[in-house]
């Protein structure tokens, strides 16, 4: 049996599987297909022509655009935003009815902005914050509020949590019009209260 929430939005043309957890307020538009196993948070907007699989978890305030399919392994933390078809892969070396005893693990962790049509291997984490431009094809992990770009993607600047781009400098210091201040660090870049 389903857990939809009495505030969610199924469209009558929206399938929910059986066993799938849909929160409050979250909307599934015409054409979405949740799997039984799938788990979706509160606020979120999973827009027209989607695919849910079983093992994914996705956090609140997520925006799934139109034609994004979400396969085994996806993790997909609080506030992330996936740009229409984006596409996801659980399995680097797929073969027709050959399934793997596990699916590699994808993490997009809080913040982060996957751009349309963008390709993501399997196995990687996308750092809080960071954005992948359109078309990129990312390969390996990314830093938290790196802005990555091309084929292969690869870091070009910094982006803060409101999305703007930041500029870089030579004292490993960044601020942002909207007031939020940076500093580089090991694993990318940090907030500073």
Known sequence: ???????????????????????????????????????????????????????????????????????????????????????FTNDLRPRSQRYPAEFLRTRLEKGCSIGAGAVLLPGITIGRHAMVAAASVVTRDVRPYALVVGNPARERGWVCACGARLQDTDSGRFSCACGKQYVTAPEGLEERA
């Open 1 to 87: 049996m389903s857990t939809i929430h009495s505030e969610a939005f199924i469209h009558p043309a929206g399938i929910v599987e059986p066993g799938a957890a849909i929160g409050a307020r979250t909307r599934v538009w015409a054409f979405a297909h949740v799997l039984g196993g799938a788990r979706i948070g509160e606020d979120c907007n999973v827009c027209d022509q989607t695919f849910i699989e079983n093992d994914v978890v996705i956090g609140d305030r997520v925006t799934v655009k139109c034609g994004v399919y979400l396969w085994d392994g996806l993790e997909v933390e609080d506030d992330v935003f996936i740009g229409p078809a984006a596409v």
